[in-house]
């Protein structure tokens, strides 16, 4: 990375190479299939929220998930990413991390988790 006149310069090979990777990360199982399938199972758990902040609030998270080395960190890292989201409460985000847990498990969008898996069991009393 290199600087012009006090501003971080980054090359568009570089930030293309950075998106590629993100979108390894989050969407392993093709970015556009992917995307569409954590579109219906967010617009299942969080009706009432636009799903565009839900996509976009989710995959940080999960990015940050990615990173941590033990499922501890990776909880706490993704918790704190959507800890900075102002619409999320304390449910969604219990609801949030859940889903990241689930989808993370999947082998194939196949197995990919619905509002109803991630709901299961979640808040019974």
């Known amino acids: 990375m290199g600087w012009f006149e006090g501003f971080p310069f980054v090359s568009k090979e570089e930030r293309e ?7 390894k990360r989050v969407t392993p199982f ?5 995307r569409e399938k954590t579109r219906e199972t967010l617009k299942g758990l969080f009706p009432d ?13 999960k990015d940050a998930y990615t990173y941590a080395e ?8 993704a918790k ?3 800890r900075g989201t102002k619409w999320i ?10 889903f990241i847990e689930l989808e ?5 969008l196949d197995d ?5 898996d991630v709901l299961d069991g979640l808040f019974e009393e």
């Open 104 to 108: 993370n498990e999947i082998a194939s």
């Open 80 to 82: 704190l990413k959507l």
């Open 17 to 23: 190479r950075r998106r590629r990777d993100f979108e």
């Open 49 to 61: 929220i636009d799903a565009t902040d839900a996509i976009f609030a989710f995959f940080n998270a």
């Open 112 to 116: 990919y988790p619905t509002a109803a």
């Open 30 to 34: 093709g970015v556009e299939e992917q």
């Open 70 to 77: 033990t499922k501890e960190e990776a909880y706490v890292k």
């Open 89 to 98: 409460d304390g449910r969604t985000e219990t609801v949030m991390l859940r």
